[in-house]
């Protein structure tokens, strides 16, 4: 009988703790849900604040019909790329259409290069007519630069002769740093509250891998990310939202671009 009530006794005992662990369980799956609504909720609040901003900054311009999107596209970027021309400094020209980023200096296409990867934020796709011509219809400006390696920007003021200057500058320092082994990435912020990020890769896999160990920009954007939307819950505040386009170039094209461009350059995008 002693035997059996141990029995019992150890029987119970292992149920009570099986039970204690699926109530934590339990608890930890609904305050990850929680919270994870929680943080849908304050995003699509803030993505839709956003877009409303767009929509107001654009009031005044005249209605555009959806079918001409395509014509309206091809108009916005030839208009941003003239008025960018008519500067005496290096400009920055993305087609993404055509998966091509160019450094350009009075219509003189100083370097070009392909893109190998790029993804862009839902809100682009989201804009109409109105919004998008009135977002790129002229050039954007660089506010604000942060990179994973030096900046050593030189400003080119005049054409032909700068042209050719700029040329063998560009030229140079891709040379220069071609035996260079480092992790390249940089970011910009734009006038019109949107982030450009340029990653420097020589391969799609190459990416992978960096993002996987942790070394590609991806992941470390990602993780701060992840640090302020926390935050935001925590104070149920919305975050900010800051729609990004994200290109992935060759390397050492990637450090020459960031190296010509001037601090204020100007910039033409085409999606």
């Not at 003189?108 to 993804?119: A, C, E, N, P, Q």
């Not at 170039?249 to 999606?271: D, F, H, S």
């Amino acid at each position: 009988m002693k035997e059996n009530s141990e029995e019992d006794f150890d029987s119970l005992f292992v149920e009570n703790k099986r039970s204690g662990v699926k109530y934590i369980v339990i608890i930890i799956v609904l305050s990850v849900l929680a919270l994870t609504s929680i943080y849908a909720y304050l995003s699509v609040s803030s993505v839709r604040d956003r877009m409303k901003l767009a929509q107001v900054q654009a009031e005044g311009s005249p209605q555009i019909n959806s079918s001409l999107l395509t014509q309206l596209k091809e108009k916005a970027w030839l208009e941003s790329r003239l008025k960018m021309a008519a500067g005496d400094s290096i400009g920055l020209s993305i087609d993404l259409e055509q998966h091509r980023i160019q450094l350009e200096l009075k219509g003189v296409v100083l370097l070009s290069s392909k893109i190998r990867d790029t993804s862009i934020s839902g809100f682009f796709r989201k804009m109409d007519g109105n919004v998008y011509f009135s977002t790129f219809g002229t050039p954007l400006t660089i506010q604000q630069f942060k990179s994973s390696i030096a900046k050593n920007p030189f400003k080119v003021v005049q054409a032909p002769k700068d042209t050719i200057a700029a040329m063998a500058a560009i030229d140079a320092a891709m040379k220069k740093d071609s035996l260079k082994d480092e992790n390249v990435f940089w970011t910009v912020k734009l006038d019109r509250g949107f982030d450009l990020d340029i990653q420097g890769i020589d391969s799609i896999a190459e990416a992978q891998n960096k993002y996987k160990f942790g070394k590609g920009f991806e992941f470390e954007r990602n993780l701060k990310n992840i640090t302020s939307s926390f935050q935001h819950i925590l104070r149920f505040s919305k975050p900010s939202y800051n729609p990004e386009i994200l290109i992935s170039i060759p390397e050492n094209e990637a450090k020459a671009i960031l190296r010509a461009l001037p601090n204020k350059a100007l910039v033409t995008i085409r999606i």
